[in-house]
């Protein structure tokens, strides 16, 4: 059996999607779609010079979904593989859902867009920020992090790889306190806000309201989700579990555990970027991984 999983904001890079539309000009018609729901010319910011331009949240996390969209329709009608489940990373959820047909390509276009400008403008400059914790086991991550209260888990990404958000200066500290108890590295990510975390609460709030009249298809596939790290195929769960996906962490590890438990020996990522890749590799190694 197989799963599709799909990045999350981070795997971006100037020039993705060149190669399939290289080859394959028909997907260009999903750029287009693309450029005339959201106002602006989405080829400019992939295919220009402005790598700033490219990282903004809201560009970011629209860029991303069309091009693993394209890369997901590439590797079903040219190379003939179709996924048993599906899941992607924070952002990448987004992606399993129009793969899945829960909501359509132009709905989703659209609310990526409005969720990465929630987001950016859920707090302020400098006020929030992540760090990725290597070499240290996630309950004793936990345990620290019970003296700062506005420091929480953003992401399990893997048995030795963690990522803390919240407010800058707990984190600074939560930081120092992490690597006196042993961690392998600690680093402060270059990020533009406190994703996954309390501190973004207004941009949940946003996204509910939203997503309050989008009707939510029953999923062509399961998806297990960042949240629950369980198999979901309520359309109401689902919506709402992409809703608490803004503050809560992402489950990755619980994810790929969970696959792999109901038969999956083949995970591929479908996307820019490898990220993926290299985290699932380390959750379960005895399956097939690929990159698309």
């Known amino acids: 059996m197989i799963a599709f999983t799909f990045p999350g904001q981070g795997s971006q890079h100037l020039g993705m999607g060149q190669d399939i539309l290289e080859k394959h000009p028909e997907y260009e018609k999903y750029f287009e779609i693309t450029s005339k729901k959201l106002g602006f010319d989405i080829k400019e910011i992939i295919f220009g010079e402005d790598e700033k331009n490219l990282t903004l949240t809201q560009n970011a996390q629209a860029a991303i979904l069309l091009v693993s969209y394209i890369k997901y329709l590439y590797t079903k009608e040219k190379l003939g593989y179709e996924p048993d489940v599906v899941a992607g990373h924070s952002l990448g959820e987004w992606t399993a859902l129009v793969v899945a047909e829960v909501i359509d390509f132009e709905t989703a276009?659209?609310?990526?867009?409005?969720?990465?400008?929630?987001?950016?403008?859920?707090c302020s400059p400098g006020l929030g920020t992540m760090a990725a914790i290597l070499g240290m086991d996630a309950s004793l991550i936990e345990e620290i992090l019970k003296d700062f209260a506005n420091v929480q888990i953003a992401n399990y990404n893997g048995p030795m790889q963690t990522v803390i958000s919240g407010d800058t200066s707990e984190v600074l500290l939560a930081m120092e306190m992490i690597k006196e108890k042993g961690a392998k590295k600690v680093v402060q990510l270059n990020v533009s806000g406190p994703f996954h975390s309390k501190?973004?609460?207004?941009?949940q709030e946003n996204m509910k309201i939203k997503l309050e009249n989008i009707k939510f298809n029953n999923p062509k596939f399961p998806i297990v989700q960042n949240v629950s790290g369980k198999y979901e195929t309520d359309p109401e769960i689902i919506k709402s579990n992409l809703i608490r996906q803004i503050t809560?962490?992402?489950r990755w590890t619980e994810i790929i555990l969970e696959m792999?438990?109901?038969?999956?020996?083949k995970i591929v990522e479908v996307g820019p970027g490898k990220?993926?890749?290299s985290l699932n590799k380390k959750i379960v190694k005895n399956a097939e991984h690929m990159n698309i």
């Open 199 to 203: 501190l973004i609460v207004s941009a």
């Open 248 to 250: 809560s962490p992402v």
């Open 109 to 122: 276009i659209e609310c990526v867009y409005s969720r990465g400008l929630f987001m950016s403008e859920a």
């Open 260 to 265: 792999h438990k109901n038969g999956i020996n």
């Open 275 to 277: 990220v993926l890749s």
